[in-house]
């Protein structure tokens, strides 16, 4: 297949990209940097210049390929006050994309997220696809991602083999600036390791190797609309994550009251306090899809979150 990769110099798309090409795919990776152009090329992928807000050069890249895997979000501007913002231009690009392939039956595969999915309990495939609590008290741009997704489920109905791939809020692995690195960059600045309350809250989480060959898996062979979750660790216990980050930075493990949660983790801490185990069975039987990697208790004590 040619397939247009948006993201393709990301974090996940950065270990999409070199998964695709193994499996024979010819990619054609987004850029809207010389550097990742540059990244892109070295990867052995077709360039495609140009941003989220494009919509033309969006539309065409989508109508000249076999299928699209949409893994560009602006984080930047998100993690700068302006989630909403971020996921509106997110919604436009998701628009035009499943435009472009409209009638074709053509896979389109995005990004989406596990967090909010079902609070307190273990998250399913089949969770989510109403608006929950959750989503609602962490505000308008997640609330806003998630009817993106649902649209892209229903573009099923205009003749685009379309998957929503949900990811955990940590794809761990060496080189991970995300999450997982804010709570050690947090721990090194605060000189303690810490976790919300008892620390028994649960996060999934998978390792960026198994979720790239997950992408290909839902290029490949997803049914139409299918809900995908990327699922290995079906869900972590927070203080079990600070024990580590402790142990390898020799810091105490302390918890921090919920009221004081925001001052010490900043923008984190809503996220830091959910309670959102999930399961990835149903993908799983859907695609023959088992994780390789170290989870990521293992991951992190691999030492490379710490410059070990």
Do not use: C
């Amino acid at each position: 297949m040619r397939v247009f990769v948006t993201g393709a110099s990301g974090w996940i798309g950065s270990a999409v990209v070199p998964e695709l090409i193994g499996a024979g795919h010819h990619v054609v990776g987004l850029a809207r940097s010389d550097d990742s152009a540059e990244a892109l090329i070295a990867a052995g992928a077709e360039v495609h210049r140009g941003t989220l807000d494009d919509l033309d050069s969006l539309r065409n890249a989508a109508s000249a390929s076999d299928g699209v895997i949409h893994l560009a979000f602006k984080h930047d501007l998100a993690f700068t006050g302006d989630f909403l913002g971020a996921a509106d231009a997110d919604r436009l690009a998701v628009e035009t994309i499943g435009d472009a392939l409209a009638g074709s039956d053509r896979p389109m595969v995005i990004a989406s997220g596990t967090l909010g999915l079902a609070p307190g309990r273990v998250a399913t495939e089949l969770d989510g696809h109403d608006d929950t609590p959750a989503r609602v008290a962490l505000g308008e741009g997640p609330r806003t991602r998630w009817a993106t997704a649902e649209f892209v489920l229903s573009l099923a109905s205009r003749g685009v083999r379309s998957s929503i791939m949900r990811l955990p809020p940590t794809n761990h692995g060496d080189g991970d600036n995300g999450f997982i690195a804010t709570v050690v960059a947090i721990a090194r600045d605060k000189g303690v390791s810490g976790y919300i309350g008892d620390g028994t809250n649960r996060w999934p989480a998978v390792h960026r190797l198994d979720s790239a060959r997950l992408f290909r898996l839902a290029l490949e062979e997803a049914p139409m609309g299918s809900t995908l979750h990327a699922v290995a660790d079906e869900g972590v216990p927070i203080r079990d994550i600070a024990d580590v980050i402790g142990r390898h930075l020799e810091l105490p493990v302390v918890s921090v009251a919920p009221e004081d949660a925001g001052a010490h983790f900043s923008w984190l801490a809503p996220f830091l306090a959910l309670d959102a185990p999930a399961s990835s069975a149903l993908t799983r039987e859907l695609l023959d899809w088992q994780p390789l990697q170290p989870g990521l208790l293992d991951d992190l004590n691999e030492g490379h979150y710490f410059g070990i």
